[in-house]
C-alpha cells in the first residue's frame, strides 16, 4: 500500500521568509503526488500534483515541489511566505481503484505566518 | 459557480438520529466521493461512486449509506448516530472514469457534523 508521511505537524515562519513543507512517500511504483490547502474552517484546495512530466513542479500561490525519487520526497516550498499561506497542508498520494482514485493523506502540516 | 457543494454546511443532532448530507458536482465529473476528517483533521475516503455505481468501499459501519441518484450527486445518509460520527465530511468529485491516478478531486466545502 502507498503512505505519505509530513515530518512535521507544525512549521512557523517569518513573512517574507521561505517555507518548506517535508512529506516523504512510501510506493513500490512511480507515485502520482498531490499537495492540498485547507485554510480554517474551507476545503481543500489543490495546490499542485506529480504526473511524473517533470520532477519539479510548480502551483499556485507561488509553491512548487519538487520529485526526489532517491529520496522518496515530495517537498513543499515557496520562497517568500504571505500571512494569507497559514493553513493546513496535506501531502497526498493517490492510489486508482476500480473507476476511480482512493487518496491516502498525510496527518498535515500547519503553517503560521508570523509578522 | 460552485463546482462542489454540500449541504448543510453545519448539522447538530443527537445521537441515534438519521441525517442525511447532500453533494452536488456541476463540473460534469463522472466520479465523486466522500471523505471523514476527524478531530485532529486526519482526512480519510469513505466511498466512491463511479457514473451511480460504487467502487471504492472503505471499513466504513454500515450505518453509512451512500446513495447516487445520478452521477453529479452523491449523498451520504447516517443512520443511529454515534457520538464518534462528530466530524467534518468532505464531498469531492474527479473527471476520470478509468482510474487514472493523476486525476485532480475537487472537494466541497464540507459538513461540520456535531452528534450530542
Known amino acids: 500500500a502507498q503512505s505519505v508521511t509530513q515530518l512535521d505537524s507544525h512549521v512557523s515562519v517569518s513573512e517574507g521568509t521561505p517555507v518548506l513543507l517535508r512529506c516523504n512517500y512510501s510506493?513500490?511504483?512511480?507515485?502520482?503526488l498531490f499537495w492540498y490547502v485547507q485554510h480554517p474552517n474551507k476545503g481543500l484546495q489543490l495546490l499542485l500534483k506529480?504526473?511524473?512530466?517533470?520532477?519539479l513542479v510548480k502551483g499556485i500561490n507561488g509553491f512548487e515541489a519538487e520529485f526526489k525519487k532517491s529520496e522518496t520526497s515530495f517537498h513543499l516550498t515557496k520562497p517568500s511566505a504571505h500571512m494569507s499561506d497559514a493553513a493546513e497542508y496535506f501531502c497526498?498520494?493517490?492510489?486508482?481503484?476500480?473507476?476511480?482514485?482512493?487518496?491516502?493523506f498525510g496527518t498535515g502540516t500547519q503553517l503560521k505566518v508570523e509578522l | 459557480d460552485t463546482a462542489v457543494s454540500q449541504t448543510p454546511k453545519y448539522l447538530v443532532t443527537q445521537m441515534g438520529n438519521d441525517k442525511s448530507i447532500k453533494c452536488e458536482q456541476n463540473?460534469?465529473?463522472?466520479?465523486m466521493y466522500w471523505y471523514k476528517q476527524d478531530s485532529k483533521k486526519f482526512l480519510k475516503i469513505m466511498f466512491s461512486?463511479?457514473?451511480?455505481?460504487?467502487?471504492i468501499n472503505e471499513t466504513v459501519p454500515n450505518r453509512f449509506s451512500p446513495k447516487s441518484p445520478d452521477k453529479a450527486h452523491l449523498n451520504l445518509h447516517i443512520n443511529s448516530l454515534e457520538l464518534g460520527d462528530s466530524a467534518v465530511y468532505f464531498c469531492?468529485?474527479?473527471?476520470?472514469?478509468?482510474?487514472?491516478?493523476?486525476?485532480?478531486?475537487?472537494f466541497g466545502p464540507g459538513t461540520r457534523l456535531t452528534v450530542l
Open positions: 469531492a468529485s474527479s473527471q476520470a472514469g478509468g482510474g487514472v491516478s493523476t486525476d485532480t478531486q475537487y
Open positions: 510506493s513500490s511504483y512511480s507515485p502520482s
Open positions: 506529480y504526473t511524473s512530466a517533470a520532477t
Open positions: 497526498v498520494v493517490s492510489d486508482p481503484q476500480g473507476g476511480g482514485n482512493k487518496l491516502t
Open positions: 463540473l460534469g465529473h463522472d466520479t
Open positions: 461512486y463511479n457514473n451511480k455505481e460504487l467502487i
